[in-house]
């Protein structure tokens, strides 16, 4: 009511309502998570996509940031939110395929 009878608008910050991502509580998360990753990327075989696909899972990732970079395992994500994290840092969690050998007849 004081807005329509002062005709000033209320501001309520909605959008910095919410838990804030990961990486406002852990600021090397993303760089640890990439020291990990970018020695098993492989590059799109068709080349038609610029998508990075790694062979690690993302609870491989998570228990090498325990075992390599000394997190604790209460300060870090769950594995669905480091899933998210590698989704949005462009890696694609998918097996690389296997070569096939062909046979001589």
Do not use: W
């Amino acid at each position: 009511m004081h807005e329509l009878t002062a005709n000033v608008e209320c501001v309520d910050a909605f959008c910095l309502r919410g838990r804030k991502r990961s990486e406002n509580h852990l600021p090397n998360l993303l760089d640890d998570i990439r020291d990990i990753v970018d020695p098993n990327v492989q590059a799109d075989a068709t080349l038609r996509t610029s998508h990075l696909y790694i062979k690690l899972t993302a609870r491989q990732v998570r228990t090498q940031l325990i075992e390599q970079k000394n997190y604790k395992d209460d300060d870090l994500p769950k594995r669905r939110t480091i899933s998210t994290i590698l989704n949005r840092l462009g890696y694609r969690l998918r097996k690389a395929k296997k070569q096939t050998v062909e046979k001589n007849p």
